[in-house]
């Protein structure tokens, strides 16, 4: 049960930082229309971990059912 909630806060926290990261970028467009380099680098920080995220996962998922057959 414990394995579950943890995963479920991974994936909170991967959507949670997408989100963020495509909010940012939209006020920055609306009130300066422009986009700083900060921001970009935040968003490209936010993508890859929950890009890990995902695929770290989804690896370990491929691994055990290999292992399994």
Do not use: P
């Not at 990261?21 to 900060?38: F, K, N």
């Not at 995902?54 to 491929?62: A, C, P, S, T, V």
């Amino acid at each position: 049960m414990e394995k579950k909630g943890f995963k479920i806060s991974q994936y909170a926290c991967a959507v949670l930082l997408i989100v963020s990261s495509i909010a940012l970028v939209t006020y920055q467009v609306v009130e300066i229309d422009d986009v700083a380099a900060g921001l970009l680098y935040y968003v490209a920080q936010s993508f890859l971990l929950a890009g890990s995220i995902f695929g770290l996962d989804q690896y370990i998922k491929i691994i055990k059912r290999n292992e399994n057959e």
